[in-house]
DNA sequence: CTTGTTGGTCAACGCTCGTTGGCAACGGTA
DNA sequence: TACCGTTGCCAACGAGCGTTGACCAACAAG
């Protein structure tokens, strides 16, 4: 059993490394359109069912390809899982936004980019249930999120705590709307949405530290 | 199939109907110790691994004793997890409370709620995942939250749309607290997360309609 | 003491999953 | 042409799952 984990695993590796490697130089390989679509169909199945319902053989059916490409691509389901989630929240640096409207433009964008990627909902879905999915959130959010906080917000209250309380109020915005889809919180407008958690996000990321109750 | 199928559906219904009936009559049976243990057991491992995770052979060993014990107290999976998210959230009636104090009692008795009782990590985890959990959780939020909301909201916006916003924030903070767990929410004392939420709680419940952009 | 009901265990079923290895076809390169 | 890495399919493995039915022990009722 040794000599068979270690070679497959060897195995593994090298096809990782070699997948890579590739990508980074970006030279075209003839199964790129393959790749993307085994991803596209990741990204699908991932937002729609969670990690454990999505499977490997429901993916390669919808990418219409064989499971055992999946498994030759991206060595196993964690392997896919950390490929299909890898996500640019693009968010704006708020330097030239007048100050009084950083609240109204962070919310605007977060709807924005749930509604045109799948990814951030899959990201949720997994970040739910699975260990790896939570801590691929815990990246996102600390290479993502802190340090755009960090850069608009005043003295006094840690830009860690700032950005913790904008994510509560987002993530909750998002899983009741696309993720539990609370009627009421679907059939808000996008207009209706900002208007009322513009002054939140404001509030979270301009106001003085509260008075302790 | 058809017989067999029919077969089986029919045992189980009987099942949960002896039980549901047993139940509410209130008459003490030898096994209630045992299905309590079940119950625990089972909200335990759904709140820590969501549906798929969490499985009766786990819960059985959790409760100690054996899966078909399970099978024959709640019927099937979906029934041992309508049983184990039943919950009441207890929500304060708010009519004897300050008008300006309803979001901060509002969000306290949350936060009380979240960590005394592992049914609510439960029903959020599965909620997300699970089409059963998340009906489970529309139910919750229209049977229990709404109403709340709708004896004390000024006309103006429908208190479904009050609703949804208090559960955005309230559902926000218990995902990236209690589910998620990022590290700066979950390092907020109590207090700090009552100063920081209840503004936004009071806002979303009592304000007039916000103006559109 | 017998008899029927209840509480509980055990071994197995059928199924689906992630994963593997072998094999065929294709396409550049020498 | 002959070669070899790449791309892809197919069949199967082992494991874990929910679920079932046969069987045993303890108790309650006659």
Known sequence: ???DTAGADAGAATNLAVAAQLATEGRP?????TRAAILRAARDRFAADGYE???IRAIAREAGIDPSMVMRYYGNKEGLFAAASEIDLRLPLLADCPREEIGARLVRHFLDRWEGDETLNALVRVGVTNPAGADRVHAVFRDQVTP??????PEGVPASTRAALL????????LSRYVLKLPPAVSLT?????????????????AEAPQLS
């Open 29 to 33: 390989r003839r199964s790129d359109a």
């Open 1 to 3: 059993m040794d000599a």
């Open 53 to 55: 319902r999505a499977t």
């Open 190 to 206: 996008d207009d209706e949405i900002v208007a009322w958690l513009a002054p939140t996000v404001q509030r979270y990321l301009t």
């Open 148 to 153: 755009v906080v960090a850069a608009v917000c």
């Open 167 to 174: 994510a509560s109020q987002i993530l909750g915005m998002a």
